[in-house]
């Protein structure tokens, strides 16, 4: 497809998605917990299943890949990646910072990347060999290259902490600014320059595969701990950062005591 159905469609479906869930935010809603002891609500199956209604109503033979409901299709040539709310602990909180995220994946490379941000009313936007935007206004990284100088968001710190102790001490001890997050907000907040850094932790492809053309749409970079390219099988912990410098001061880091 081309980009300016891309644009078209992702700011369509972002915009039914944020309807939807400002619908049942800071509302009463039923919470029940997955086996991972991960919360989902029906606001999650809910938009989950009308954003699929209405990409399968326009698209009827692409795959979609979805966090509440799997993969319908053969998800070999075109694929739509969905998570309904990312950041279900902070939607059922009432923490105006979850999102909403879409990918579109042709051959298994990603084209299009959206992270909608209801509350907020801002939808990112990420097409391949187009600059990011959001709300249509074009948005570009920092230019940060000192690590020592950074804002540095770490996300799922209390995990890191678990798993890397000797990382997470690293990562106390790195950037001007530190501040602790979770979901996708952290990522949209590095493509539009506010961040200059985002260590993440514990991923699924319905997690990341919308950040990537945001991110590097917006000339940052974005991998996994190791500098490497994630795809549709990778599951684990990534990396954005604005400037090829900050990544690999980064990455080296993230190697250290592991």
């Not at 602990?89 to 941000?117: Q, T, V, W």
């Not at 709300?135 to 690590?147: D, K, M, P, R, W």
């Not at 902490?161 to 907000?185: E, I, N, W």
Request: include cysteine; aromatic fraction near 10%.
């Amino acid at each position: 497809m081309d980009a300016a159905t891309l644009f078209e469609d992702g700011h369509h479906f972002a915009e039914l998605a944020a309807e939807l869930a400002k619908g049942f935010f800071r509302k009463p809603i039923e919470i029940s917990f997955k086996q991972d002891q991960s919360p989902v609500t029906f606001a999650d199956q809910s938009i989950e299943k009308q954003i699929r209604a209405a990409i399968l109503e326009k698209y009827p033979d692409h795959s979609i890949l979805g966090e509440e409901y799997g993969i319908d299709g053969s998800g070999q040539d075109n694929l739509w990646v969905i998570d309904p709310i990312d950041g279900t602990r902070s939607f059922l909180s009432g923490h105006p910072l979850f999102g909403f995220l879409l990918g579109y994946l042709e051959a298994g490379d990603p084209k299009l990347g959206i992270i909608g941000i209801p509350v907020l009313g801002e939808i990112y936007c990420g097409i391949m060999g187009e600059a990011a935007t959001c709300n249509g206004a074009e948005i570009h990284v920092s230019t940060q290259t000192n690590l020592a100088d950074a804002i540095l968001y770490v996300n799922e710190g209390e995990k890191i902490y678990d798993a890397h102790p000797k990382v997470f001490a690293k990562l106390m001890q790195s950037g001007q600014t530190r501040r602790f997050a979770y979901d996708c907000y952290p990522h949209a907040l590095l493509a539009a320059g506010h961040v200059d850094a985002v260590v993440d932790y514990d991923l699924k492809p319905y997690d990341f595969l919308a950040l990537g053309p945001v991110v590097e749409g917006a000339g940052g970079i974005m991998t996994t701990w190791t500098g490497q390219k994630p795809d549709l099988t990778y599951e684990g912990p990534i990396i954005s950062a604005a400037t090829p410098e900050l990544h690999a001061q980064l990455v080296g880091l993230l190697q250290l005591e592991r």
